[in-house]
């Protein structure tokens, strides 16, 4: 079984990253990822909470460094139905409680659809990525509910690298924005 690591994670939405597209396309080819996700956002948590392959998927920011960076943790994957430590986990990062013992992917999104703290967004990718200086490095075309978007991301279990990184390409004045701030913004939640 594999270590769990922490990741600092750059990231910023429909800016101009021609010189990162130059950059990773010299880094070699690369196989473009598809997949269908499903974001849970909650107006009680800042945990970044998603079903994709039908896996429930949570991750929790851990520290945001002077630069801006942010630190992610993966919290937890589980396969549906939820029961036990993985269904009260899914309610604690999302700050709501619910009486029931189990939940099956239908009901689990019944349960989010009626859940007035609870906002499901559907995501769809398209990523390619790349290793650079042993950084992952990647290039998407998202959408929130069919809108499109454009975004890139540089992260590594070393902040300084980087933050490097994202210097090198000069998108350092850049924002960085995670996907759940993304999403929150898309969905007119408060405090995104």
Not at 5 to 22: H, I
Not at 170 to 179: A, E, T
């Amino acid at each position: 079984m594999s270590e769990i690591v922490a990741r600092w994670e750059w990231r910023s939405f429909d800016e101009d990253f021609s010189k990162a597209t130059e950059v990773f396309a010299a880094l070699g080819e690369t196989k473009a990822r598809e997949s269908e996700e499903i974001y849970i956002l909650s107006t009680k948590s800042g945990d970044n909470t998603k079903i994709r392959f039908e896996l429930m998927d949570i991750k929790t920011l851990r520290v945001v460094d002077g630069n801006g960076l942010q630190q992610w943790f993966p919290l937890m994957k589980s396969d549906f139905p939820l029961t036990g430590e993985p269904l009260a986990q899914t309610l604690a990062s999302w700050g709501v409680v619910a009486d029931a013992a189990a939940l099956s992917y239908a009901d689990f999104l019944a349960f989010v659809d009626q859940h007035p703290d609870l906002v499901a967004v559907k995501v769809t990718k398209r990523r390619s990525g790349w290793m650079w200086e042993g950084a992952f490095v990647e290039l998407a075309e998202v959408g929130f509910d069919g809108k499109v978007h454009h975004t890139c991301c540089i992260e590594d279990p070393d902040a300084d690298k980087v933050w490097r990184l994202v210097g090198e390409l000069g998108m350092q004045q850049l924002p960085n924005v995670s996907y759940l701030a993304a999403l929150k913004a898309h969905a007119g939640m408060e405090g995104a």
